[in-house]
């Protein structure tokens, strides 16, 4: 069965830190792979997608993610954070669009 | 360009109540799509529409939950009766026929029932 799993719920950095938001998946195949970050009071953004090629995806607002088939993983980063990036991220795996499973989302606080 | 549009923003209403959101979204995207998110869960399609027909509608509570659109413009979803459980904010994204892989959110409805 199909499914996304954002272990960690909540986490804490300090501004300038590096940060990386852990991603795990089950599906039967290579799936879509998608970021999204939702601020509050607004819909979700999408940071950057992953189809096939190149493991390691950049996306908008100085993201990245690594694509691990090994560890069914697709763990996103940023080397060093902003106190804008404090938000709610969710990871994504589906057949397509049309076809997408969420995470549960990890919130981001950002510490001055 | 405009974003995906939705109203109201906001609504409390009473269990077995009637309820209705709207959604407008970008100009020339033929895929709408509305999701339903529980606090603290991620968003879960409700059903899927390209154009003005429905693409995938496996997971709408058919017996309390309908949507519609008509034009393939705008679209409406209509909750009746509403029980608890359906408190969530429901929103609403739109994907280009160029590229069906991005979808634009809305910024959703929050939806209360007491």
């Known amino acids: 069965a199909q499914s996304v799993t954002q272990p960690d719920i909540h986490i804490t950095v300090s501004e300038g830190a590096s940060l990386e938001l852990r991603c795990n998946y089950s599906y039967g195949a290579t799936p879509y792979l998608f970021w999204y970050v939702q601020s509050p009071g607004q819909g979700l953004q999408l940071l950057l997608k992953?189809?096939?090629?190149?493991?390691l995806v950049q996306g908008i607002k100085g993201f990245e993610a690594e694509f691990k088939r090994s560890q069914s993983s697709f763990n996103l980063r940023k080397p060093s954070v902003h106190w804008s990036d404090a938000a709610e991220y969710f990871c994504?795996?589906?057949?397509?669009?049309?076809?997408?499973?969420f995470g549960a989302g990890t919130r981001l606080t950002v510490k001055p | 360009e405009a974003g995906v549009a939705q109203s109201p923003r906001y609504k409390i209403i009473e269990k077995r109540q009637s309820v209705a959101f709207w959604c407008n979204p970008i100009s020339g995207h033929a895929t709408l799509y509305w999701y339903q998110q529980i606090l603290g869960q991620g968003p879960k399609l409700l059903i899927q529409?390209?154009?003005?027909?429905?693409?995938?509608d496996s997971q709408l509570p058919k017996d309390r939950f309908s949507a519609e659109r008509l034009k393939g413009v705008d679209s409406t979803l209509k909750i009746q009766p509403a029980k608890l459980e359906d408190s969530a904010v429901y929103l609403c994204?739109?994907?280009?026929?160029?590229?069906?892989?991005?979808?634009?959110f809305g910024p959703g409805t929050r939806l209360t029932v007491t």
């Open positions: 992953y189809f096939s090629g190149d493991t």
């Open positions: 529409f390209q154009n003005n027909g429905v693409v995938d």
């Open positions: 994504a795996v589906g057949a397509g669009p049309h076809d997408m499973r």
């Open positions: 994204a739109s994907s280009s026929p160029r590229d069906r892989s991005e979808q634009y």
